[in-house]
């Protein structure tokens, strides 16, 4: 038996702001194809982290930048922007953890509802946020529009945040 085992690299979900752009735009734009038009400009994410009531969270595993959140609060209701994963960590729990994190961070905030938006054909997505509680409660015709110009409908999710503590 090996007593100089390397130590294991431990997942830390730690608060994320304008400084750590790059770090997010790398998750982007590893995490979203491409094809289906999702991800957001550099710009457009710098500016949302400005604005009141937004917020982000940066998972990383060691150094290296995995995932985020991002998340804007409006009164009692908190809406999950965006949450990425890159591919190469796809299915160890990390947008799980990610999701659960969004979910304290809203109650933390007074909110009672946490929504989102999901494209209609996204199954893995959607098999997240069902497992997690969230329910189906509309739907948004051609509200993604993919590279090709095709338009997709969302699906509005809805989590209610009591939930977590009954």
Not at 28 to 48: I, K, V
Not at 139 to 163: H, K, P, S, V
Request: aromatic content about 8%.
């Amino acid at each position: 038996m090996d007593s100089a085992a390397a130590p294991e690299i431990v997942l830390a979900i730690v608060p994320a702001d304008e400084r750590h752009l790059d770090a997010l735009m790398a998750v982007m734009h590893a995490a979203f194809d491409p094809r289906y038009g999702e991800a957001w400009s550099a710009a457009q994410l710098a500016a949302t982290l400005t604005l009141p009531g937004c917020w982000a969270r940066l998972a990383l595993l060691g150094s290296q930048a995995v995932g985020f959140s991002l998340c804007r609060a409006a009164g009692p209701e908190v809406e999950l922007l965006l949450i990425a994963v890159t591919p190469a960590v796809h299915r160890q729990g990390i947008a799980g953890r990610l999701l659960l994190r969004c979910q304290e961070d809203a109650m933390g905030r007074g909110a009672s509802e946490l929504f989102l938006e999901v494209r209609e054909d996204n199954e893995p997505a959607k098999y997240l946020y069902n497992r997690a509680g969230f329910v189906q409660v509309g739907r948004r015709a051609d509200y993604y529009t993919a590279n090709d110009g095709n338009r997709r409908a969302a699906i509005t999710m809805r989590y209610i945040l009591e939930q977590l503590v009954g």
